[in-house]
Each structure stands twice: as structure tokens, then as C-alpha cells.
């Protein structure tokens, strides 16, 4: 930090100009980082909500399990997905460890396969935002990139 700061605020300058300027360019960075990533989270975590339940549906009915056994699942499934608080990952192993998974290779499988998944898919989800936000810490970089440059 020490650097930095002696980067942004030169001592030859007014310190209160400099950490002014400073202070107000990293809170307007924020704020338009902000404006630009959460829009963007919402959509593609909207997206992925939807793609995970399409890739769930097609892993239960897919799966190599008889439909006596499907059905009864995926209304625990369900309940499960309904019940759970809001912001808490609900617990999808268990409509399925309570109908059997331990003693059935078949069901623990399609379990394993729905899970992985969901995972996969929502994690995904976060793609863009991570890249963006990525993008914003490389240009944070420039102005002292510049300052270097200027110096040598």
C-alpha cells in the first residue's frame, strides 16, 4: 500500500487534492463496477436457475431408474427445493437416500448425476461476472502501468 499511495498521492502534490481525487476515483470505480456486475450476475444466475432445472429434469428422467421410483423422488425433490429457507442450499441427497440410494447403485447414481449437474451448471452461472470483475482489476492496474512508464 505504501507504494500505491505514494503513486496516487505525491507528497510535491496538495494532500488533501490528491487523496480527494483518489479516494473519489476508487469510490466511482465501485460504483460502476456494481452498476455493471449485478445486472449481469442476475441474468446469467437467472439463466443458470433455469438451465439446472432443465439439466435436474433431464437427469431424473434419463435416469436408469423405474418410474415407480422417479415419481416419488422427484415430489421429494420438490418439497425439498420449496422448503428450503431462502440464500440456504437445500439438501438434494435426501429425497433420495430416503428412498433407497444407499442399497441402489442405480438411484445413487442418478443422485450423483443430478447433483453434479446442478453444481455445474450454476457454477457456470458465475463465468461472465468473475471475467468482468476480472477486467476491472486489470484496469485498476493502468494508472500506475502509466506512472512506471512515465518514470522510466
Known sequence: MPILSHAAVPPERGLVRAGTTTIGARH????????????????????????????????????????????????????????????????????????????????????DDLIGTLQATLTRSFRLSFLLSALFALAALVPILVRRWDAS
Open 28 to 111: 466511482a470505480g465501485l460504483v460502476v463496477a456494481l452498476a455493471l456486475i449485478a445486472p449481469l450476475l442476475s441474468h446469467d444466475l437467472e439463466r443458470g436457475g433455469r438451465n439446472a432445472l432443465l439439466a435436474g429434469t433431464r437427469i431424473i428422467l434419463d435416469g436408469n431408474v423405474p418410474l415407480r421410483q422417479k415419481v416419488p423422488v422427484a415430489l421429494d425433490l420438490r418439497t425439498a427445493l420449496e422448503s428450503a429457507p431462502k440464500g440456504v442450499v437445500p439438501d438434494l441427497k435426501q429425497p433420495f437416500d430416503s428412498r433407497g440410494a444407499q442399497h441402489d447403485a442405480n438411484l445413487r447414481h442418478v443422485r
